[in-house]
């Protein structure tokens, strides 16, 4: 029996060097993408939840207005609640002012309108964040009557 020796083939079973880096650089590639597009996701995932927290504490403050917190204009109160900042500001519906309608419905029913403003913050530095919420609630004035 003979032994050929034969010259090296150009058709390897393989991967060249430079075939697996390029496979490497388009994997490294695809994963920072990856990567960059659920930094993305959990950043607003977490700025979604601040201002869903921030609405809740906004109602639930306009909620006791009238109730727990007294409904008088040119009040102000502030508080903390967790991580949040709350301030509250109670005015004359000025909407009221401009609406002819509303001001003869004040003088017949003796109901006042007064606008709440809740002002919610959170955060620190460059990342703070507000909203601002308002309702406008109704309330009996001192009222005699129509032909008073």
Not at 26 to 53: C, D, K, M, P
Not at 81 to 94: M, Q, S, V
């Amino acid at each position: 029996m003979a032994m050929q020796l034969r010259g090296c083939s150009s058709q390897h079973g393989g991967f060249t060097l430079l075939e697996v880096l390029l496979a490497f650089v388009v994997f490294a590639l695809s994963f920072a993408v990856t990567l960059e597009i659920l930094t993305g996701a959990i950043r607003n995932t977490a700025r979604a939840r601040e201002y869903t927290e921030a609405t809740l504490i906004a109602h639930s403050l306009m909620d006791q207005v009238g109730l727990d917190i007294p409904l008088v204009s040119g009040a102000i109160y502030e508080g903390e609640e967790g991580n949040y900042r709350w301030e509250l500001a109670i005015f004359d519906f000025e909407g009221a002012v401009e609406n002819s309608r509303s001001i003869e419905l004040t003088d017949l029913t003796g109901i006042e309108l007064l606008e709440v403003e809740c002002l919610v913050s959170w955060g620190d530095g460059a990342r703070e964040s507000s909203q601002t919420f308002n309702t406008v609630k109704a309330q009996l004035q001192d009222w005699e009557g129509p032909n008073s």
